[in-house]
């Protein structure tokens, strides 16, 4: 998507366990000097599960076009989801905001897997931070969001737990130090985010050895580039 945008470079996949998937990702430009980015799993398999992803979807794009910032965006989104869920379902949730002129990136974290960042000429390291509560969990919670500043050829690599939780015959997990493991070895640090997206779903099949997969899988990566020159 945007070939014309020289500031970033994003991809994304989700493989389905089931006819209909609970898992979701998006992106999208607020304005034209901001990117934003998602990625969220909805308990739940089935219909009911992608009503309430498409429900919750719709609900944080229209707020982040309204001008919120990323924790306000999940506070409100929260709030509506609490108002109206008969079906006690919930959602873990990652959003960041690029500002594609600076770099920063403000994000917030509602109960979702730490997403990994690679700083140019370093490898990928898990993104530590507090993550806040899911969303439809609890009404009245409030979150609070952080920043880093992308410097030009960095990337992150975003997930859902169906990467990490991915079985074998022998049921042993994919697990989150296999996946760091996976975006560090041989070529792959070095792999535009197309490719490495492919890349990391051919090694989960790998290790899966036709195992049955339980969960959705979703992937997504950014890159920036850096401000575009004129």
């Known amino acids: 998507p945007y070939p014309d945008r020289p500031e970033f470079d994003i991809y994304a996949t989700m493989h389905t366990a089931k006819e ?12 034209e000097r901001r990117l ?45 989801l609490c108002a109206n869920n008969e079906t006690m379902m919930f959602v873990t949730a990652f959003m960041g905001i690029l500002e594609l002129d600076t770099g920063t990136f403000s994000f917030v974290n509602a109960g979702h897997n730490p997403p990994l960042l690679k700083r140019a000429g370093h490898p990928y ?31 992150l690599f975003l997930y859902t737990d169906g990467v990490t939780e991915a079985l074998n015959p022998e049921q042993a997990l994919f697990s989150e130090r296999r996946l760091e493991a996976t975006l560090n070895g041989g070529a792959a640090r070095d792999m535009d985010v197309t490719r490495l997206l492919r890349h990391i ?18 992937l997504l990566a950014l890159e920036y580039k850096g401000r575009e020159r004129s």
């Not at 898992?23 to 607020?30: A, E, I, P, S």
């Open 20 to 31: 209909v998937g609970g898992d979701f990702y998006d992106f999208f430009l607020l304005g």
């Open 36 to 80: 934003a980015v998602l990625i969220a799993d909805v308990s739940g398999k089935g219909i009911p599960a992608a009503l309430f992803m498409m429900t919750t979807k719709t609900l944080i794009q229209n707020l982040a076009e309204s001008g919120l910032p990323p924790a306000g965006v999940f506070t409100e989104a929260n709030r509506h």
């Open 125 to 155: 390291a898990v993104l530590r931070t507090r993550p806040g509560l899911v969303l439809g969990g609890m009404d009245g919670t409030a979150y609070s969001q952080d920043e880093f500043t992308f410097g030009p050829g960095d990337k």
């Open 201 to 218: 779903k051919q090694e989960i099949d790998r290790f899966a050895e036709g195992a049955e997969q339980a969960d959705d899988i979703t």
